[in-house]
T-cell receptor, first 115, second 113 residues
Framework: DAMVIQNPRYQVTQFGKPVTLSCSQTLNHNVMYWYQQKSSQAPKLLFHYYDKDFNNEADTPDNFQSRRPNTSFCFLDIRSPGLGDAAMYLC??????????????FGPGTRLLVL | AQSVTQPDIHITVSEGASLELRCNYSYGATPYLFWYVQSPGQGLQLLLKYFSGDTLVQGIKGFEAEFKRSQSSFNLRKPSVHWSDAAEYFCAAQGNQGGKLIFGQGTELSVKP
């Protein structure tokens, strides 16, 4: 089945130690999104890629970076995680942001714990 | 500013009872509307979506939603709730020219036996 896959499902890191979260998709979608979701809150968009074009949200801290080496994979890098970065990180995809009536498909998420 | 509001933070219903989760939006023009469900520790699963046409939309797991332009609402309903429906439900909207998905704050549904 075509899907959005996130690895690992749970990640523990130390304060200040760089961490990378991974997302892959078999949907062949052009757009990949990264969201941060803190406990009991709505998902918050960090950034997205339309193909190779990176689009950062204005309020996303510089501590968060992303890479998309090919259509299928997208990575979220947190350069120096703080305690406030502990959250669920959700990856999502959609076919093409230039099209309207597009649906975003979400992966299962990676829960990040910062010690 | 564009926004989505879910007035109820937490709802508890008895198994077998009917359910209605409220969602209101504030947009310049009618947006595209979505309902997602999130089980504990999981990602978001799309329940249903409204783009245009028939204002009563059928989704998965027996859910439906009704778009009411006059009330700027897109409420989610289910006639008979099952214990497995206990989860967090998010309403979301997207402008009809595309763009960012705006989420409501979510409604947590508890189901009692």
């Amino acid at each position: 089945d075509a899907m959005v896959i996130q690895n690992p499902r749970y990640q523990v890191t130390q304060f200040g130690k760089p961490v990378t979260l991974s997302c892959s998709q078999t949907l062949n979608h052009n757009v990949m999104y990264w969201y941060q979701q803190k406990s009991s809150q709505a998902p918050k968009l960090l950034f997205h890629y339309y193909d190779k074009d990176f689009n950062n949200e204005a309020d996303t801290p510089d501590n968060f970076q992303s890479r998309r080496p090919n259509t299928s994979f997208c990575f979220l890098d947190i350069r120096s995680p703080g305690l406030g970065d502990a959250a669920m990180y959700l990856c999502a995809t959609s076919r093409d942001e230039r099209l309207v009536q597009e649906t975003q498909y979400f992966g299962p998420g990676t829960r990040l714990l910062v010690l | 500013a564009q926004s989505v509001t879910q007035p109820d933070i937490h709802i508890t219903v008895s198994e077998g009872a009917s359910l209605e989760l409220r969602c209101n939006y504030s947009y310049g023009a009618t947006p595209y509307l979505f309902w997602y469900v999130q089980s504990p520790g999981q990602g978001l699963q799309l329940l249903l979506k409204y783009f245009s046409g028939d204002t009563l939309v059928q989704g998965i797991k027996g859910f439906e939603a009704e778009f009411k332009r006059s009330q700027s609402s897109f409420n989610l309903r289910k006639p008979s709730v099952h214990w497995s429906d206990a989860a967090e439900y998010f309403c979301a909207a997207q402008g009809n020219q595309g763009g960012k998905l705006i989420f409501g704050q979510g409604t947590e549904l508890s189901v009692k036996p």
